[in-house]
């Protein structure tokens, strides 16, 4: 038994060294594979059955909340004097988006056309779409600024025409119609004799592009041939640049269509994306790390430079005519109209503005946007995208319907488009992407831990056994010496008796 036994050491030293070494073998394989499997499942490929699903038909729910600033003094407006407004809201609409008109092209690009449908939740929001608000009447105030500079003839007739039509300076209509749209005389009138003027044909409402609607010919890249590349723009609308702005840099198309992004980003990495309905490119910067229902993700926010002017930051001087920073003019996308977009109540925008309206606090947390991004995947995990709507006002002469309003970026509603994933597919995306990952890390350093173990214990039980075995032969030895000793006396006094025997008989 005591010959086995160091053998059987042996094997154990030797599947303990197999053991570290398929555990380091591990540490290098197991994170190349899982990249592998990332690159390959991130690809744009019907054959991607997860991934493919979430980019054509959004899985999740996905929310717009939509927030009024109801006007609290219009007569006083009109006299020039502070307007006064307070929030109303949020009215939200379930939305629906799916791509149509796939079609996969042999240069590693795909074009669709993205649907939207918007459908009201009496459940999710603070009142009906039947509730009456009044806001600043964009036809007469933004055509009135639009008019500005034309003869004093044409803005006589303009305000004539305003009042044949009974238009006034501010509307108060139900929520619905001023979302969707409402029969209006004065947009069938400018229509006919004013082309182009207004962007809607039928009803006019806020929304009215909106719903039912696509956001234009998108043909983004699949990553086959370069997995950096996944979903980045490569053109809109069959153009590569945009043409409403005044310059190159300001007029490029940048990042993706802002719903999936490339894998493997670290928080050096920004989020580019193209916004049709903002008419230009963004990009968000990392801010922190985070975790959802156990799945890491990096969040993403708008830099305070996103809606600077260009006194403020020069490489938006593209984006003027500026007025204060924190105001994007979409004028030259929006017909001319006197459209800024910024964050909603002002937020991160120049204190002036707050000081223009009364009625607005402004907060990072109720309305600062962001995206939760898995790093790994490039895969948003929860979205919120707001940002408001203001209308410039102010006295033209000519036009009476303007009165002696002061100049004013007036905010007229903002909006949040939220949603986040949830429910069996952030159960299979934590499984896939978190749970299996981690139980793999662990096994790799489980091997080496058990494998140094075996190692140390089967050496000592080695080296046991082999003193043990010295002991047993040492002993062995000295019990044969002893033995022999032993004999080797009996013999000797035998001889000497027999000497002196032999002496004695001699004698």
Not at 166 to 173: A, D, I, M, V
Not at 181 to 201: A, E
Not at 320 to 328: E, F, I, N, V
Request: aromatic residues 12%; neutral net charge.
């Amino acid at each position: 038994m005591a010959i086995k036994r160091p053998k059987v050491a042996i094997g154990f030293i030797v599947a303990g060294v197999l053991m570290v070494l398929f555990g380091t073998i591990m540490c290098f394989v197991v994170p190349l594979v899982i990249d592998d499997q990332i690159v390959k499942h991130t690809v744009i490929d019907p054959k991607n059955d997860l991934t493919y699903t979430m980019w054509k038909d959004i899985p999740v729910p996905f929310f717009m909340s939509v927030y009024f600033f109801n006007v609290l003094n219009p007569a006083e407006i009109l006299k020039g004097e502070k307007p006064m407004v307070e929030q109303r809201g949020p009215y939200v609409y379930r939305k629906q988006c799916q791509k149509e008109n796939i079609t996969f092209h042999p240069n590693g690009t795909v074009s669709y056309r993205e649907y939207r449908q918007y459908h009201f939740e009496p459940s999710m929001s603070a009142g009906n779409e039947s509730d009456v608000v009044t806001i600043p009447n964009m036809l007469v105030l933004g055509a009135s600024v639009m008019m500005e500079n034309l003869p004093y003839v044409l803005r006589l007739m303009m305000s004539a025409t305003f009042k044949t039509f009974k238009e006034g300076p501010f509307l108060t209509k139900p929520v619905g119609e001023l979302m969707w749209g409402y029969d209006s005389g004065l947009v069938d009138f400018l229509n006919q004799y004013l082309p182009g003027m207004i962007p809607t044909s039928g009803k006019f409402g806020l929304f009215s592009e909106f719903n039912n609607s696509n956001t234009g010919l998108f043909t983004v890249f699949t990553g086959k041939d370069d997995i950096r590349k996944v979903h980045r723009v490569d053109s809109w609308n069959g153009l590569t640049e945009l043409p409403y702005w005044r310059t190159a840099q300001s007029n490029m198309i940048n990042g993706t269509a802002g719903q999936m992004w490339p894998p493997f980003m670290t928080k050096e990495s920004t989020l580019p994306f193209y916004s049709p309905d903002a008419c230009r490119s963004m990009e968000l910067v990392y801010q922190r790390p985070g975790e959802m229902k156990g799945i890491p993700l990096y969040r993403y926010v708008a830099p305070k430079t996103l809606f600077a002017n260009g006194t403020d930051y020069a490489p938006n001087e593209g984006f003027c005519p500026c007025r204060q920073s924190g105001l994007l003019n979409v004028s030259s996308c929006r017909h001319n109209s006197p459209v800024f977009i910024s964050h909603p109540h002002f937020f991160n925008a120049d204190p002036v503005l707050l000081d223009y309206v009364q009625g607005l606090n402004p907060s990072e947390e109720k309305h600062g946007l962001f995206i939760d991004i898995h790093p790994q995947t490039g895969v948003p995990l929860n979205v919120s995208i707001r940002l408001q709507l203001n209308l410039y006002m102010k006295k033209v002469s000519g036009i009476t319907e303007t009165g002696k309003i002061s100049d004013v970026v007036m905010p007229m509603i903002w909006f949040e488009e939220n949603g986040y994933i949830d429910g069996p597919i952030v159960n299979t995306f934590r499984t896939n992407l978190v749970v299996l990952p981690t139980v793999l890390e662990y096994l790799q350093y489980i091997l080496i831990g058990l494998g140094l173990a075996t190692i140390i214990i089967a050496a000592v039980v080695y080296r046991k056994v082999k003193r043990s075995n010295l002991n047993v032969s040492l002993s062995s030895t000295f019990i044969k010496n002893v033995g022999a000793a032993e004999k080797e006396p009996v013999k000797g006094s035998h001889g000497l008796e027999t000497k002196k025997k032999s002496i004695s008989t001699s004698e």
